[in-house]
């Protein structure tokens, strides 16, 4: 299976100031037909996931234009231009290029 | 809109099996699959498996095979996922999401506690 590694593990930011997520594969993402299946979801406390981004840097519906997906290949990264109060949670990003689909462990975001 | 409802949460003593539902609705049902994840407490997404709406076609993550059967029911709509012979590490919250994997729709959530 995919191995996908998120850092950091946790990230206290301030308000208003900007926060960034890595996340790595152990393989390259690109499938076959030329796209990167790489998602990023947030997951509110006591919230079901939501997915923010697909195919590293498109956003879903009603997404905030502060957040945005970028990268290739084996490393991708979520930004959040300016954190709200309402960013804090745990960001995961998860690939689907390759089967099993597989997610991150997880970054928590905090306000410091 | 779209909404992804789920049953509620159960308890279950070790070796019983447990059926979730996820009932869909503001959508063409049978044109998205439905993948199931879930995540035991403090922990993060594990994908289960998924099942495409439209001709009932499986895939299940190779941890889970053997324990684990997903259905739907195109008359109302509806998802079903079964895991059998529980242990305790399957305590966890179920979730469905519309897709095949990475899905833009979850629902809820269902609270799975197995303890004797």
């Known amino acids: 299976d995919v191995v996908m590694t998120q850092s950091p593990l946790s990230l206290p930011v301030t308000l208003g100031q900007p926060a960034s997520i890595s996340c790595r594969s152990s393989?390259?993402?690109?499938?076959?037909?030329?796209?990167?299946?790489l998602n990023w979801f947030q997951q509110r406390p006591g919230q079901s996931p939501r997915r923010l981004i697909y195919?590293?840097?498109n956003w879903d519906s009603g997404v905030p234009d502060r957040f945005s997906g970028s990268g290739s290949g084996t490393d991708f990264t979520l930004k959040i231009s300016r954190v709200e109060a309402e960013d804090v949670g745990v960001y995961y990003c998860?690939?689907?290029?390759?089967?099993?689909?597989?997610f991150g462990g997880g970054t928590k975001v905090e306000i410091k | 809109q779209v909404q992804l409802v789920q049953s509620g949460a159960e308890v279950k003593k070790p070796g019983a099996s447990v059926k979730v539902s996820c009932k869909a609705s503001?959508?063409?049902?049978?044109?998205?699959?439905i993948s199931w994840v879930r995540q035991a407490p403090g922990q993060g997404l594990e994908w289960m498996g998924w099942?495409?709406?439209?001709?009932?076609?499986?895939n299940y993550a190779q941890k889970l095979q053997g324990r684990v059967t997903m259905t739907t029911d195109t008359s109302t709509s509806t998802a079903y996922m079964e895991l059998r012979s529980l242990r305790s590490d399957d305590t966890a919250v179920y979730y469905c999401?519309?897709?095949?994997?990475?899905?833009?729709?979850w629902g809820q959530g269902t609270l799975v506690t197995v303890s004797s």
């Open positions: 503001g959508y063409t049902f049978t044109s998205y699959g």
């Open positions: 099942i495409s709406a439209y001709n009932g076609n499986t």
């Open positions: 999401a519309r897709g095949d994997a990475g899905g833009d729709y």
């Open positions: 195919k590293v840097s």
């Open positions: 393989q390259s993402l690109v499938y076959s037909d030329g796209n990167t299946y």
């Open positions: 998860m690939q689907g290029t390759h089967w099993p689909p597989t």
